[in-house]
Each structure stands twice: as structure tokens, then as C-alpha cells.
């Protein structure tokens, strides 16, 4: 018997009897972190890291059954020794390693290899058997260090207050919105977001996180109060009407896929940044050899291509579906597009300056959609 499976519910450890990120109702569910794809309702006892409690809370509601563990501290769950590790996603965001006849198997759940400095630095477990995620697993994805791609939000945000535009940053609300939030600091008086951000900010606040101060925007707020600050908005408001009282503004949206060009134009954005809260190609790799697995299981994103290059290297892989990497944003659309888009220019040669063709109904670009 494997130590985990997979099911049409999810990762399943028949030994102990629980699931892994299911993605169906369950007895009993651990869950590596508080993003929507991860995290379901509807199961009877979630079990997770303590920050990612209050999280799955405000998302899954205050009632339930959560129990917790910190980083490192294992419990047993009918002889299985469960264990959380950091995966440096997200606040909360583990690696399940579990451990039961001497026998090791490692769940990254989502995962990035740079330290944030705020979701805790990804820790490499050595394990027989590793479950990786490969959401950005093409060799094209390459990010910036943080605080180059920093600087340069930074300079955008102070070239559009020179024009007398607000600055709207589009990031998920858990995640990105508070990575952001030390990159901007230093450059503006008030950092303003949107309801979805607020929540989750004082979530974690109370939670007792410091997090550089925000402002709620409200309906009442008179329009002026706007101009040439920044505004942090989840990828739901950026076509909506909600955006109309931020006039004149700019958007910069903030997300990995933003590493195409076409992305860019195709989402309709004045600037994108390739800020990402997964591991890029080289991270994807680095992490996987370091667990010195000698068999891999590659799940959401481009699983095809990673495995193959694995098995190339002489590293036993397989991909495996599951049912993660739909949006943590509920966005699973547009993300699908995203990875086409992706898959299309990485086909291309990546000539990324070609012009991707606008379907009819899309604004073009310089409009924004209102
Ligand atoms: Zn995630
Ligand atoms: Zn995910």
C-alpha cells in the first residue's frame, strides 16, 4: 500500500485515514494553506498551521473544526507521524511531510523558494517520495529577486504620482496584496485597498502579524483623496465599475504570468509586474533535487513538461491531475487563458514583443474598461 494515493477527492493517506488539500468534503483534512483551491468547505475536521487558522475562518467560516500545529511539531494520526514545514507561499503555507515505517513522503502544496520575509522561508525536507506543484514550470518563468522587482513598482508608483495618477496595483487579496505592502510603504503617505484586502488584513493583524498600516476604501470617499496614491485591489475589481472613482489611474497588475508580454495587452493593464507568490522554473527544480526524492509526482500547472525534464535528469516522475490550481481568486478562467497565452509565446521561440490578437469585444489597449 502507497502511503498516499490519488482519488477523485484528493491525496489520501489510507494508513492514517485523512486527505491532503481535498478538494471533495472529507472525514478529516489537512490543509497546506488558506488559498480557495486548497482549502474547500464542507469537511468535518480541518487540521493546519496556526496562522493559517483565522484564514480558513473568514473563508470557510468561524464555526468547525480546526485544530493546529506549529512548523516542525509532529503529531500521530493512527501511526502516522504528520508533520508541517514551511513552503514560503503564503502566511501559514506548509509542506506536509509524512513518515511511517521509516518511509518519507513530502506534499509541497503550493511553494516558492524566495523568502518574502513574511510567509517564512521555504525549508527543503528530505523525503522518499515528493509532491510537487509546477504552476510556473516552464523554463521561461525566471523572476526577479524581490527587491529589484520592489525598486521597480516603486518607480512606477512615483512616475504616476508625478502625473498626478493613482497607482492601482492589481494582487490576490491573501498573499501578494500583503507582500505589497512593504514594497510601498516607503514611497507613499497612505496605502489605500479594497474590501477583500481589508479582511484579510485584519485577519491576520489580529492574529497578531505586523503589517504596514492600510486604508478601507469606502463608497463616501471624496474622489480627490485618490489622486497620486496607490490603491491595492484584488483581479475581480479591475474591470468593474469600482474602479471609476480612482480616475485618472494607472494599473499595474502583479502577477507571474505577467513575465508575457502578451499578458499584458491581453489583460488591458498600463504595467505588469512579474511578482509571484510560486517557485519560478530554477526555484521548481532547486527545490525537488533538495529533497533528494528518488520518485516525483508533479500536480497543477505545466506537470507534462516538468516530468518529462525530470525523468530526463534521471529522476523518477509522473504527473498527476488533481483538481488545484484553478485561481486562488476564483479567476480559473482567466488564468486558463494565461497559461495559454503562455504556452503559445514559449511555442513561439519567445518572441515576446509579437502582438497578440484582441478578440472583438475586449477594449483595446489604452481604454480601460469601465
Ligand atoms: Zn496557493
Ligand atoms: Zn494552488
Not at 323 to 342: N, P
Amino acid at each position: 500500500m502507497a502511503l498516499l494515493e490519488f482519488t477523485d477527492k484528493g491525496i489520501y493517506c489510507p494508513q492514517g485515514d485523512f486527505y491532503i488539500d481535498a478538494w471533495r468534503p472529507v472525514p478529516k483534512v489537512v490543509i497546506t494553506h488558506a488559498h480557495s483551491d486548497h482549502a474547500r468547505a464542507g469537511s468535518g475536521s480541518y487540521l493546519c498551521h496556526r496562522l493559517t487558522k483565522p484564514l480558513l475562518q473568514l473563508r470557510l467560516g468561524a464555526e468547525g473544526s480546526y485544530e493546529t500545529m506549529e512548523w516542525g511539531e509532529p503529531v500521530f494520526i493512527n501511526g502516522i507521524r504528520v508533520s508541517l514545514h514551511p513552503a514560503g507561499h503564503i502566511i501559514g503555507s506548509s509542506q506536509v511531510r509524512i513518515e511511517y515505517q521509516g518511509e518519507v513522503w513530502v506534499v509541497s502544496g503550493d511553494y516558492k523558494t524566495e523568502d518574502d520575509g513574511l510567509s517564512g522561508a521555504f525549508e527543503a525536507v528530505k523525503c522518499n517520495v515528493f509532491i510537487t506543484e509546477s504552476t510556473f514550470g516552464l523554463p521561461i518563468y525566471s523572476w526577479l529577486p524581490q527587491p529589484e522587482l520592489f525598486t521597480t513598482i516603486r518607480d512606477w508608483v512615483s512616475r504616476n504620482e508625478a502625473e498626478g495618477k493613482t497607482s492601482v496595483l492589481i494582487a490576490y487579496s491573501l498573499g501578494k496584496a500583503q507582500r505589497l505592502l512593504s514594497c510601498l510603504e516607503p514611497v507613499t503617505e497612505k496605502i489605500f485597498v479594497h474590501g477583500a484586502i481589508w479582511n484579510v488584513h485584519q485577519t491576520l493583524t489580529d492574529a497578531g502579524i505586523t503589517l504596514p498600516a492600510v486604508e478601507r476604501v469606502l463608497p463616501d470617499m471624496p474622489k480627490d483623496i485618490f489622486r497620486g496614491r496607490v490603491v491595492i485591489a484584488p483581479p475581480s475589481a479591475e474591470a468593474s465599475p469600482w474602479m471609476r472613482r480612482f480616475n485618472p489611474y494607472a494599473i499595474g497588475i502583479c502577477s507571474g504570468w505577467m513575465q508575457v508580454r502578451g499578458n499584458i495587452r491581453r489583460r488591458n493593464a498600463d504595467a505588469g509586474f512579474a511578482l509571484s507568490d510560486h517557485a519560478d522554473w530554477k526555484g521548481l527544480i532547486d527545490a525537488v533535487t533538495a529533497t533528494g526524492a528518488e520518485k516525483v509526482f508533479v500536480t497543477h500547472g505545466f506537470q507534462a513538461t516538468m516530468a518529462r525534464y525530470l525523468n530526463e535528469k534521471g529522476i523518477w516522475a509522473a504527473e498527476i491531475k488533481t483538481e488545484y490550481g484553478e485561481d486562488e481568486e476564483g479567476g480559473g478562467a482567466a488564468i486558463e487563458e494565461e497559461v495559454a497565452v503562455a504556452e503559445k509565446e514559449a511555442k513561439r521561440g519567445a518572441s515576446f514583443d509579437e502582438k497578440v490578437p484582441h478578440s472583438e469585444n475586449e477594449p483595446q489597449p489604452g481604454e480601460h474598461a469601465q
